[in-house]
């Protein structure tokens, strides 16, 4: 993919999600969704159990699986749509993803700009750090791609 083609996605992707933001909106209940709905719609457990067709004690081990975040996402599907809901499954990212990859960016020009300070220091060439930040944006335009960005160094 192309990097403005990428970009665009990244945008597209962040316009998309931040109908989603703050994700404290959707922090599951204390004992996990499916118990918080099925006792809100008064529904026992050997009810939603026979809506699933599994045993009750099943229905307790999927409410603490859910409530551990071990539970599989069939299972959650199969006991959403069991209490007639849709499952909703999404990453959100902390931030939007073109902050991401500025943030990736400038951290990975910082430390080699340093690393080449230092060694310039040593060796009695020091530079001036009055243009710094200059120097991380060009070394950011004309030394990274987007593919480089997750590359450890």
Known sequence: MKSNTR????????????????????????????????????????????????????????????????????????AAEALDCTLVYALVPNSSLQAVIEARARKIAIRELQRVAHTMRLEAQGTDNADFESRIQAYIRDKLSERDLWNEI
């Open 7 to 78: 970009k665009r996605a990244r945008l597209r992707l962040d316009e998309r999600l931040q109908s989603l933001q703050p994700i404290d909106r959707f922090r599951a209940p204390p004992r996990g969704w499916v118990r918080a709905l099925r006792d809100a719609l008064g529904m026992t457990g050997v009810q939603l159990g026979a809506r699933i067709g599994i045993r009750p004690q099943t229905v307790e081990t999927i409410e603490k699986s859910e409530a551990a975040g071990t539970i599989q996402l069939n299972t959650l599907r199969r």
